[in-house]
């Protein structure tokens, strides 16, 4: 990961903040953020986050409508349609390999994760990959 990362941040609670993050690791149960509006540091709990989009601009293009369709990139994994417990939806591929077994107990080799990238299916969306929270996730579809 880069020095600083423009990373829009997605909370449980429907909140949202642009910041930046440096040093992201996703097996941290918090992460520091610095919120782009106003500099503030906060420690955030991985927890209270349902995912971590890492955006090209702050701004993106309000005109812009996300195709949710595999059709016109090269596949990059496994195909995934993500439905979050407040009902919105991603479709994209599956950075490394399926991350988990029945019921989202998230684990790969004995270390305990907090969720996966996943790269837009959408090659033009201002979304350069999410990371999504498994603990926000109602369910997953996973096509190889």
């Given at each position: 990961?880069?020095?600083?990362?423009?990373?829009?941040?997605?909370?449980?609670?429907?909140?949202?903040?642009k910041?930046f993050?440096t040093?992201?690791?996703?097996?941290?149960?918090?992460?520091?953020?610095?919120?782009?509006?106003?500099?503030?540091?906060?420690?955030?709990p991985?927890?209270?986050?349902?995912?971590?989009?890492?955006?090209?601009?702050?701004?993106?293009?309000n005109?812009?409508?996300?195709?949710k369709a595999?059709?016109g990139?090269?596949?990059?994994?496994?195909?995934?349609?993500?439905?979050?417990?407040d009902?919105?939806?991603?479709v994209?591929?599956?950075?490394?390999?399926?991350?988990?077994?029945?019921?989202f107990?998230?684990?790969k080799?004995?270390?305990?994760m907090?969720g996966?990238?996943?790269?837009?299916?959408?090659?033009?969306?201002?979304?350069?990959?999410?990371?999504?929270?498994?603990?926000?996730?109602?369910?997953?579809t996973?096509v190889?």
């Open positions: 990961m880069s020095d600083r990362e423009k990373v829009v941040f997605r909370f449980n609670s429907g909140e949202v903040v910041g993050l040093d992201f690791r996703p097996d941290l149960p918090t992460l520091d953020m610095e919120d782009a509006s106003n500099g503030s540091r906060t420690r955030v991985m927890e209270e986050l349902k995912a971590l989009f890492f955006v090209r601009s702050f701004e993106g293009d005109e812009y409508k996300e195709k595999y059709g990139s090269k596949a990059k994994g496994n195909r995934a349609f993500i439905r979050f417990r009902g919105e939806s991603l994209g591929f599956l950075e490394g390999d399926v991350p988990w077994k029945r019921g107990f998230l684990s080799q004995g270390a305990e907090k996966f990238f996943l790269l837009p299916a959408d090659e033009d969306t201002n979304n350069l990959k999410v990371f999504v929270i498994a603990s926000s996730i109602s369910d997953v996973v190889p």
